[in-house]
């Protein structure tokens, strides 16, 4: 309690400053984590007027270390109310327990117990765009709730490829193969033809794309995950094209971070760029203030095997168990708040990630938004011609940070010192393996207990 009569919600709310672990600088122009929060503090205030009955104390934390902060404070039973959590920490979130063994956190859509409203605010999880409710369903519930959504999109500069003969992005693998060859072609061409890092979330795209599970028990949503797999035909068809467009110098390689990427594209020393719809703005952006055009479009897909779809990144609401009735319905009538159309929809044009509702989408369309900034609604199109499948709920596992590096340091191998992807990525496997059944150790004692390692990736 916070004064007389008063209920007090903390929510731990990840603080992103658009920067990678390690803390590499932010290109000028970007704005820190506190700019980040003011939406979400406008909206807490928002709800504090209309329940004066409850405050709500927001918290900005880092992504890359939430899991462990919040894994702290259960073990002094101080975890928040709300936390949340980056998508590839799902699993974390799930494993996260208290001293006696008890999860820390509950199913959302079990709290709300078939509710239409909560405290007088409506409930929503139905209306969250499908790809996204499916990645954070677990065991066939709607366990937390996606407020911030992103998708991989590509970036290509329309000034270059029309001098090059071509008017259209491409929508394939082969099509950018040919796209890049055509650039390099030109007596002024770029440096390069594409850019994007050597990153997790590419390689899970990519997967996704031509239907490719990284783990059993269909990618981890029909029963926990024990087995993963990182040298799958899906993966290596990844891999060699990848390795195949470096070979012949269209491909420049990165580490880590999307901003460099970026950077590259800006200078026009890259006409491709692959990179989250929520750096759509600063795309378009990029080209107006270098005298270039940028169109966004769908991450082009192999034409080999039948397309499948993406998936989603960003971050989920999970709710603490074992709260009272007040904490209980003020924090869950707090995250329908959040998600919202008016919520949705400030969200959206502060920071550019998805409309997550449908309602949200379809008021922004019927305002004439998209007609306006087709650059942002790519990424909605995108997943909604996408298939509700295993492979686009993404990959729910442990240790899913060092299951991703270690498929980017096999990349590195093969891009940077000429592996041979399979055995590479066989090697890879092993590694995963290791970490992945250390991380269900903990979990599937008698008693579980938090995984040792909470690297968030």
Known sequence: MTGAGVTEITAWIIEHQFTPPGGEARPSGTYDGEEYLQPILEMAREFERAHPEYAVRVEGHDPWTMAEEVARAAERGEAPDIAEYYATATQLAYDTYTPDGKPVFTSIERALGGRKEVLGERVLIDDIEPLSRNFYTYQGDQFSVPMTATTPLLYSNMTILRKAGIDTPPKTWDELVTACEAVARLDEAPAYGAAWPNNGWIFQQALAQQGGLIANNGNGREARATVVDLASKEMISWVEWVRDLHAAGHYVYSEGAFWSAFETF????????????????????????????????????????????????????????????????????????????????????????????????????????????????????????????????????????????????????????????????????????????????????????????????
Not at 388 to 401: H, I
Request: charged share 20%; aromatic share 8%.
């Open 266 to 457: 800006a200078r026009q020393d890259a006409v491709f760029a692959l990179s989250s719809s929520k750096q759509a703005e600063e795309f378009v952006r990029s080209g107006e203030e270098n005298g270039f055009e940028v169109t966004a479009s769908p991450m082009p897909f192999n034409s080999s095997v039948p397309y499948v779809g993406s998936l989603v990144s960003g971050y989920s609401l999970f709710l603490r168990d074992g709260l009272d009735e007040a904490k209980r319905d003020g924090a869950l009538a707090f995250i329908q708040h959040l998600i919202k159309p008016s919520s949705i929809i400030r969200w959206h044009r502060a920071h550019g990630f998805l409309p997550i509702t449908n309602e949200a989408y379809d008021t922004l369309e019927s305002e004439g938004w998209f007609a306006a900034n087709p650059h942002h609604r790519v990424a909605s199109d995108q997943l909604r011609t996408s298939a509700q499948c295993a492979a686009t709920s993404g990959a729910l596992l442990g240790d899913f940070a060092g299951v991703q590096h270690a498929m980017t340091r096999a990349m590195k191998d093969v891009l940077l010192s000429g592996a041979d992807p399979g055995p590479r990525f066989e090697q890879a496997t092993e590694e995963a393996q290791r970490l992945l059944d250390e991380h269900n150790a903990a979990c599937l004692r008698p008693v579980p207990s938090t995984p040792a390692r909470l690297e968030v990736y």
